[in-house]
């Protein structure tokens, strides 16, 4: 007799799940109908009325062919996003799917599996994990800095010992913000027996100047970099991701992608985008400003804020990080209670909504003990480490 003729409703204890997921707790951030949302470093200005027809006149063309698949290998699409791309990209170069994660999750079910492992550095992006563990595939993790940053030395080190199938470098990181220099990439895939990751999924924020590892491509078959159109370019809910590595890479994703992955309204919306990707990145310089800014109000209050190359902010260290988080809740400002303890992340918004963050955010400070005088210059410790930031006297 099943659970559910017994009368009682069943629950994960009563079906055959995978050991490996016992106890696990799935992904997902709080939603939360408030005022001011900035929990999900998503990019806060809508399509432009333009764009929006654009991308209603490109369903209504294809509408009438929803009877037939897609495209199954989204040639066009990859030609465009070759194209934004640039370094010399071409479509045999490029693939795409179902936002970065399915990405992601294609490669380790290339690359990954039974008997093999994946590491990555954290404080990092919390999927990485749980789609390696959804792969069948172990997870090694590596340390961060007391700055988030990774030392190149030390992460060779730990290549060389683990020997992953795949490592995973996210530059911008998330949650922490922090940009990784290329020498710390050039070093990690010389030493890798397998494949490297770098997830620049929010590398469009990063300040001028700074490198993307798809510099990085040419000689080097195991590296992939990945990227995504749900942060900079405004169109979460369309679910783009993508990638570039050698042709044979995207050989080795072609064996286990399913078919017809990317539907055709997908594809068509994600190509809109890119033909106004003018416009569309042209938040990013206001974006920017604003996460600055916020970098700099924080740390004149006497908070510690990691530096950032991303549209979020990683502040701290509050001893009861969760009563601050829910003090801005209840003041209507919702933002994300993730990453080390006793340290908060904040979404870059508006200038409307920053404005509102830090009304806030000035009300929940006031309810707490004075800070001790700091340099509002300075960056502090990541998990792991003595964690002593600036609201430490509290404790």
Not at 304 to 322: E, H, I, M, Q, T
């Amino acid at each position: 007799m099943t659970a559910d003729a017994a009368g009682r409703r069943a629950t994960l204890a009563d079906l055959p799940i995978r050991d490996d997921l016992r106890g696990r707790s799935a992904y997902g951030a709080p939603q939360i109908d408030v005022p001011v949302r900035l929990n999900t470093n998503e990019n806060p200005y809508p399509p432009s009325p333009g764009l929006v027809a654009d991308l209603a006149e490109a369903v209504r063309r294809d509408a009438s062919e929803l009877n037939r698949y897609p495209d199954r290998d989204a040639v066009a699409l990859r030609e465009d996003l070759a194209a934004y791309l640039g370094h010399g990209l071409g479509v045999e170069r490029v693939w795409a799917a179902n936002g970065s994660n399915e990405v992601l999750q294609q490669i380790l079910q290339a690359f990954g599996g039974p008997g093999r492992s994946a590491m990555g550095f954290e404080p990092s992006y919390s999927m990485h994990p749980i789609i390696t563990t959804g792969a069948a595939t172990r997870w090694i993790s590596g340390a961060r800095e007391d700055d988030f940053g990774i030392d190149p030395g030390k992460a060779v080190a730990a290549v060389e010992e683990h020997r992953p199938d795949i490592v995973f470098l996210t530059s911008p990181n998330n949650p922490t913000g922090t940009a990784l220099p290329l020498e710390v990439i050039r070093r990690v895939a010389e030493a890798a027996p397998g494949m490297v990751v770098v997830d620049e999924a929010y590398f469009e924020f990063a300040r001028t100047g700074t490198p993307s590892a798809l510099s990085l491509l040419p000689g080097n078959p195991r590296l992939i970099v990945t990227r995504t159109m749900s942060k900079a370019f405004a169109m979460a809910g369309t679910r783009l991701g993508y990638l570039a590595a050698d042709p044979a890479v995207i050989e080795a994703l072609l064996l286990v992608r399913l078919p017809y992955h990317l539907s055709t309204l997908t594809q068509a919306a994600a190509r809109v985008a890119l033909a106004h990707r003018d416009e569309l990145l042209g938040t990013v310089d206001r974006l920017r400003a604003e996460r600055d800014a916020c970098v700099r109000w924080l740390r004149e209050r006497g908070l510690s804020v990691a530096d950032s190359d991303a549209n979020f902010v990683l502040f701290g260290c509050f001893p009861d990080r969760r009563a601050v988080w829910q003090g801005l809740l209840e003041r209507g400002v919702l933002i994300r209670e993730v990453g080390p303890p006793r340290w908060l992340r904040v979404s870059v918004g508006t200038s409307g909504e920053m404005a509102a963050f830090r009304e806030a955010m000035s009300a929940v400070l006031e309810d707490l003990p004075a800070p001790a005088a700091a340099d509002p210059s300075r960056s502090t410790p990541a998990a792991g480490t003595s964690g002593r930031g600036d609201l430490e006297a509290i404790l």
